[in-house]
């Protein structure tokens, strides 16, 4: 059992680098116990259509990003864990990405994840709201993380710890497209390069 709990962790943390742009370090969130309501998995269109320049890659990058529910399972799927016998996994909830021209951002992530495997069932939450900086230099986006208040826990086999957070949405992931709807991009994780993809919100 105590292995399934290791892949979990490391699972766990491949989880958030990539939904949060990859690299760097940092500690342990606080726990949090109060349960998360979920969101839609499918973000609201905006009421107007987008008239940036797309012939510039940073102005294409500053807009109201999407983290949709699918994404996070899809990563977790793609995991170390997704790869454990019976393993099931459903997601809720969404994370917002607010990167701004004059090159500052704000994180909002709000998941909730149920879990299954070897006849066990477990959760894990997480939100709050971070802030930073970003620029972009050729195709790749870095993101420099500033103040943070983002918690996250997970709970199975009994017990409950943190989820072992990095920077959360900060360091570098490389730009594959950005269009007038989605920005598709891919960051290196402790277990391979993950591919996400951001709606516009």
Known sequence: MNDYKHIVAIAAGTLILAACGGGGSGGAPEITSTPLAPLP??????????????GSLQQCV????????????NTLLSSPLGALPGFGVTVTGQGVAE???NGTYRYSPNFTLVMSMQGESGTGQWSGVLTGTWTVVGDVLTMTPGASSISATYSIFGQTQPLPLAVPFGG???ITECTQQTLKYQVQTPTGEV???????
């Open 41 to 54: 998995t499918t973000p609201t269109p905006p009421a107007t259509p987008r008239t940036t320049d797309f």
């Open 62 to 73: 500053a807009a109201r990003w999407i983290l949709i529910a699918d994404q996070v399972r």
């Open 99 to 101: 990167i701004s021209s």
């Open 172 to 174: 570098t992931a490389r």
């Open 195 to 201: 591919a996400q993809t951001l709606i516009l919100g």
